[in-house]
């Protein structure tokens, strides 16, 4: 769904969504096991295990934010989904072109009727000799759902459909009851309420990785914060990692099922926000795949290893409408239009980001005739600063203010606060009144705060989870943990609900419709404030083959890569 370079395997292929007849809701293995390894056992293979971590063979990454979490039920970032689907596989996989394939699943048998799919586990192991389970998917499955542990990611069990998800989540049902059994110890049964034709292709999102559960109850509240407590059933393992670590070290996992077709002997990520350090470590060798950002691509893009790629995320602006003012959709709307998005990529992202007049990106998803969601429907809020001066008038008018000071939350990355910078310099010059200030922090900090609700205004992005728009308009139905400005409209939400599991789910020509109209109700009331859609501009070594770039879902992939 990217356009790439030769170096680049084709992106994730657009998911049909031609017979839709599901549900969608929407800021990633039994034989008994021959030891009792707990966590703090895990480390003691390393040495067996593991390949070497140092040497030509190990691909050197590029990260500019910090990991958040290696627990699958809890990460949200696509920069851990990217670690964690390197080191754990779950039933499906994707290949270089994004479609699923089967990975831990060696079978699948689907019923007539669409509901009951039933998964035979292969001959697999974990990185301490422990065999993979059915159970480690129905104890996984059932954390992601507990309102216990209250995961960001259990809205996407419903979005699978799986039977009694909804009722879990809202508490009125036990985990224990999820539409998931081991029947034996590598047979897995998942019973869904309703068909859905896209099923397999969420199944390869990292929340519904396994966890193995002797393993997690003796990591306890250490779980997934350590080498030592992160357990791998996937090509890769972990030897050096700790929370907001600026260096994550993973080695090639010979326990691994596949571990023949692993060419890499691991994979060194090197978290360097700043992009001038970035690119001296590209250019002294200490980095195999480096990001550019602003002057950069300017600079490279001649150059034989550079690459522009398409990507999912859309970066907007989220404002808290529980903070006084910014309930007024006259002040919501001139903050909308007030900056320029055009100078925004064009002059200081550089890296093939589109101007974002839309709350649901390009090139996510076709619609039942065959056309890009984007290209059959309207765009919305594009830069207007006359118009948004108006509504800034009229907003002063109704609130009785004249002036107004605002708080932005920026992630600590270099192109995050460049792209804040200029947007405060837009709407102070545009809204005269309106002071915007600035307060950045890393990236784990920020979202923490939007989900909090302890924020003003947040400059804030979200990647697609699967290839259909409810991936995006999800979002802001009343109560989404994701719904980060605590809009709530109950036309909007019977839209998105009828969408999902009701009349509009069993006509996908009305559902189609109904989804466009949902964009327009959001970006009618500016519940947030879309500013571009990013591009990749990435460096990639000569000889350095086989990385996998995707739109949806993970976004890289490294089993197949190699150096050469």
């Not at 049909?16 to 009792?36: E, F, V």
């Not at 999102?205 to 914060?225: K, M, Q, R, Y």
């Not at 001649?302 to 808290?320: H, K, Q």
């Not at 109950?490 to 020509?509: H, M, N, P, T």
Request: hydrophobic share 40%.
């Amino acid at each position: 769904m990217k356009k790439i370079s030769k170096l680049i395997a084709l992106m994730m292929a657009v998911l049909l969504m031609l017979s839709l007849t599901a549900c969608g809701n929407k800021d990633g293995n039994d034989t008994p096991a021959d030891t009792t390894d707990g966590a703090s056992n895990n480390s003691e293979n390393d040495s067996d295990d593991a390949a070497n971590t140092t040497g030509d063979n190990v691909l050197n990454v590029h990260f500019d934010v910090e990991v958040a979490s290696l627990d699958p039920q809890i990460a949200t970032d696509g920069t851990s989904f990217e670690v964690l689907a390197a080191v754990t596989e779950g039933l499906y996989s994707v290949d270089a072109a994004g479609s699923s394939i089967l990975a831990m699943a060696e079978t699948v048998d689907k019923s007539a009727d669409g509901l009951t799919y039933t998964y035979k586990i292969r001959d697999a192991k974990w990185s301490n000799g422990t065999p993979v389970t059915a159970n480690d998917f129905v104890f996984a499955w059932r954390r992601l759902v507990d309102p216990a542990v209250a995961s960001e990611y259990a809205f996407i069990v419903e979005i699978a459909c799986i039977k009694n998800a909804s009722a879990i989540i809202a508490g009125e049902v036990a985990p224990d009851q999820l539409g998931v059994t081991a029947t034996d110890e590598k047979t897995l049964v998942v019973t869904l309420d309703v068909p859905v034709p896209f099923f397999e292709s969420l199944l390869s999102f990292p929340s519904f990785l396994p966890v193995n559960e002797e393993f997690f109850t003796a990591a306890g509240d250490s779980f997934g914060t350590s080498p030592e407590t992160v357990l791998s059933n996937g090509p890769f393992m972990i030897t050096a990692y700790e929370p907001a670590a600026t260096t994550i070290t993973l080695a090639k996992s010979t326990t691994y099922w596949d571990a023949a077709k692993v060419a890499l002997d691991g994979i060194k990520y090197q978290v360097i926000k700043d992009s001038q350090q970035a690119m001296l470590s590209y250019q002294n060798g200490d980095l195999d795949v480096a990001t550019l950002s602003g002057e950069q691509v300017e600079q490279f893009q001649a150059d034989p290893e550079f690459n522009n790629i398409m990507a999912g995320y859309l970066w907007y602006i989220s404002p808290n409408q529980t903070v006084a003012g910014l309930e007024n959709q006259n002040l919501r709307m001139a903050l909308a239009l007030s900056y320029d998005k055009a100078a925004v990529v064009n002059n200081i992202l550089k890296d093939g980001s589109i101007v974002a007049d839309f709350a649901v990106p390009t090139l996510l998803a076709t619609g039942p005739d065959g056309v890009d969601f984007r290209e059959t429907t309207s765009t919305y809020l594009a830069t207007d600063k006359a118009k948004a001066l108006e509504y800034w008038n009229t907003a002063k008018a109704e609130l009785v203010v004249n002036e107004l000071k605002y708080t932005m939350i920026v992630e600590d990355t270099e192109s995050a606060i460049n792209v804040a910078q200029f947007i405060q310099a837009e709407i102070e010059g545009t809204l005269p009144g309106i002071t915007i200030e600035i307060q950045t922090m890393p990236k784990k900090n920020r979202v923490e705060r939007m989900q909090s609700g302890d924020f003003e205004l947040g400059l804030t992005r979200w990647g697609p989870d699967y290839a259909d728009p409810m991936t995006y308009l999800d979002m802001w139905t009343t109560g989404s943990p994701n719904n980060y400005g605590f809009w709530s409209n109950a036309d909007y939400d019977a839209i998105i609900e009828s969408a999902k599991r009701g009349e509009l789910a069993l006509d996908i020509v009305a559902r189609w419709e109904s989804l466009k109209q949902a964009e327009s109700m959001v970006l009618a009331e500016a519940v947030i404030f879309p500013v571009y859609q990013k591009g990749d501009a990435v460096m990639i070594k000569s000889g350095v083959e086989g990385v996998e770039f995707h739109s949806v879902g993970i976004n890289r992939i490294y089993k197949n890569a190699a150096k050469k």
